[in-house]
T-cell receptor, first 110, second 114 residues
Framework: ETGVTQSPTHLIKTRGQQVTLRCSSQSGHNTVSWYQQALGQGPQFIFQYYREEENGRGNFPPRFSGLQFPNYSSELNVNALELDDSALYLC?????????FGEGSRLTVL | AQSVTQLDSQVPVFEEAPVELRCNYSSSVSVYLFWYVQYPNQGLQLLLKYLSGSTLVKGINGFEAEFNKSQTSFHLRKPSVHISDTAEYFCAVNPQGGSEKLVFGKGTKLTVNP
């Protein structure tokens, strides 16, 4: 059984660019959640997808968007990147209430 | 809305000493409570969770936590720490019946010194 995998692990972008982060959920998990973890902070909930539909959203602007595919993998897209978007982006999958986290994608915006 | 306060940002201890990492929460509804550990350059791993029942919860790696409803606390404890316990620890809450949308504290950095 493979766990949650995220790609890329690290990337560097400049202000105004767009980024796509990817997450493969753990086998059998139909729910994927995305969190942003800024340096020295706890993770903050961005949004959650359940069976390809958005199922809740945190306090993030519309330039943060996502998708979930039929195989339950997911993408996080961020448009018009800002310096404050620099963070570790964590994906978590679940099926019965417990979240299983990937190792994250570290985004640096210059 | 829920919020979580981790009272100590850093906790240094010596190896084999006991440790307590403090967590208080606020919520207008009943909540589920969690502790996660994050090792450097890794994701989060669940240590333990309180959903209902016994207020003393045992987790992995010898950690335990006690839910205190009157004090709205969920402190994490270990009687004897190891060097390998050095990591960041996060307390989190989720409203009961919610769909796994966790609210995290800012974390406590535990450093175990030889």
């Amino acid at each position: 059984e493979t766990g949650v995998t995220q790609s890329p692990t690290h990337l560097i972008k400049t202000r105004g660019q767009q980024v796509t982060l990817r997450c493969s959920s753990q086998s059998g998990h139909n729910t994927v959640s995305w969190y942003q973890q800024a340096l020295g902070q706890g993770p903050q909930f961005i949004f959650q997808y359940y069976r390809e539909e958005e199922n809740g959203r945190g306090n993030f602007p519309p330039r943060f968007s996502g998708l979930q595919f039929p195989n339950y993998s997911s993408e996080l897209n961020v448009n018009a990147l800002e310096l404050d978007d620099s963070a570790l982006y964590l994906c978590a999958s679940s099926n019965t209430g417990e979240l299983f986290f990937g190792e994250g994608s570290r985004l640096t915006v210059l | 809305a829920q919020s979580v306060t981790q009272l100590d940002s850093q906790v240094p201890v010596f190896e084999e000493a006991p440790v307590e990492l403090r967590c208080n929460y606020s919520s207008s509804v009943s909540v589920y409570l969690f502790w996660y550990v994050q090792y450097p350059n890794q994701g989060l791993q669940l240590l333990l969770k309180y959903l209902s029942g016994s207020t003393l919860v045992k987790g992995i790696n010898g950690f335990e936590a006690e839910f205190n409803k009157s004090q709205t606390s969920f402190h994490l404890r270990k009687p004897s720490v190891h060097i390998s316990d050095t990591a960041e620890y996060f307390c989190a809450v989720n409203p009961q019946g919610g769909s796994e949308k966790l609210v995290f504290g800012k974390g406590t950095k535990l450093t175990v010194n030889p």
